[in-house]
């Protein structure tokens, strides 16, 4: 089992709808959590860090985290083709060291 | 704006030479990270640094080496360069635990 697993898609989302990306891991010790975002060709950037139970806002963005689930998701509302990605999922683990996920890439179809 | 630069953005270069990748950031981080990435696939760790003299290697074995001589400079050595170490290089820094990634070296051996 990976320490953190994302759903590798593609995820087709049509213009202006809620993109759901998920995230599951596996260190119950884990205290932080991030989302970054990956454009084709180019480094990840931090969009998102969620430390607490429930969710997150930020502009278009929500992350939500269910610690007792082992679980983090990332909401993209009126999502837009700027939208289109790889959205990486990343755990700070216990031993002191971030884990990512193998990504979910995104396709915001027009 | 990235206070992370790695040089050279793309490298071209012959089976068997001695390359460095440079890795400079201006924001006073403790913590640097090399990360390699081919395209579409995920993030592996190959090296990190927790501060000066201090190197670890990372998850993935790789036949680079790095050295930590200043807190801002953190390069990568590939002593003979071989057509299986084409990938992206990924740099980045941290003062806690969300990460600032470079824009990243290309790297192909021919």
């Known amino acids: 089992q990976k320490e953190v697993e994302q759903n590798s898609g593609p995820l087709s989302v049509p213009e202006g709808a809620i993109a759901s990306l998920n995230c599951t891991y596996s260190?119950?010790?884990?205290?932080?959590f991030f989302w970054y975002r990956q454009y084709s060709g180019k480094s990840p950037e931090l969009i998102m860090s969620i430390y607490s139970n429930g969710d997150k806002e930020d502009g278009r963005f929500t992350a939500q985290l269910n610690k007792a689930s082992q679980y983090v998701s990332l909401l993209i509302r009126d999502s837009q083709p700027s939208d289109s990605a790889t959205y990486l999922c990343?755990?700070?683990?216990?031993?002191?060291?971030?884990?990512f996920g193998s990504g979910t890439r995104l396709s915001i179809r027009p | 704006e990235a206070d992370i630069y790695q040089t050279p953005r793309y490298l071209v270069i012959g089976t068997g030479k001695k390359i460095t990748l440079e890795c400079s950031q201006t924001m006073g981080h403790d913590k640097m990270y090399w990360y390699q990435q081919d395209p579409g696939m995920e993030l592996h760790l190959i090296h990190y640094s927790y501060g000066v003299n201090s190197t670890e290697k990372g998850d993935l074995s790789s036949e680079s080496t790095v050295s930590r001589i200043r807190t801002e400079h953190f390069p990568l050595t590939l002593e003979s360069a071989r057509p299986s170490h084409t990938s992206q290089y990924l740099c980045?820094?941290?003062?806690?635990?969300?990460?600032?990634f470079g824009s990243g070296t290309r790297l192909t051996v021919v």
């Open positions: 260190d119950r010790g884990s205290q932080s």
């Open positions: 990343a755990v700070y683990s216990s031993a002191s060291k971030i884990i």
């Open positions: 980045a820094s941290s003062a806690g635990e969300g990460y600032t």
